[in-house]
Nanobody, 133 residues
Framework: QVQLVESGGGLVQPGGSLRLSCAAS????????IGWFRQAPGKEREGVSC????????????YSADSVKGRFTISRDIAKNTMYLQMNGLKPEDTAVYYC??????????????????????WGQGTQVTVSS
């Protein structure tokens, strides 16, 4: 069973925080480039933040969209095979369905993955985040 299962979405007031989780099964998440994307109604999908860990032979790197820099943080827990998106200082324009994703390390780059979804092997089912007062 190879899949990514998301949780943690919901309704939050402007300025609030949410932590999205994405649990991987059937493959080892830390061997992949991981990322979070979002899509609002009538809008194109956009990359939020993507991350590649250092494996000792290459440098790690992170890409985040300008709109979320300083507010959102991508991370992963190797032992739990789970990735996270910590979202602070949420704004109404952050309202969207959020998707986690994993891409083969040798098939794309952090930038290509986040800007165009290149090389993605697995997508989460999506979780709704609504920021409203």
């Amino acid at each position: 069973q190879v899949q990514l299962v998301e949780s943690g979405g919901g309704l939050v007031q402007p300025g609030g925080s949410l932590r999205l989780s994405c649990a991987a099964s059937g493959f080892t998440l830390d061997y992949y480039i991981i990322g979070w994307f979002r899509q609002a109604p009538g809008k194109e999908r956009e990359g939020v933040s993507c991350f590649k860990s250092s494996d000792g032979s290459s440098d790690g790197s992170t890409y985040s969209a300008d709109s979320v820099k300083g507010r959102f943080t991508i991370s992963r827990d190797i032992a739990k095979n789970t990735m996270y998106l910590q979202m602070n200082g949420l704004k109404p324009e952050d309202t969207a369905v959020y998707y986690c994703a994993a891409a083969s390390r040798d098939m794309t780059s952090v930038q290509r993955m986040c800007l165009g979804g290149a090389g993605v092997d697995y997508w989460g089912q999506g979780t709704q985040v609504t920021v409203s007062s």
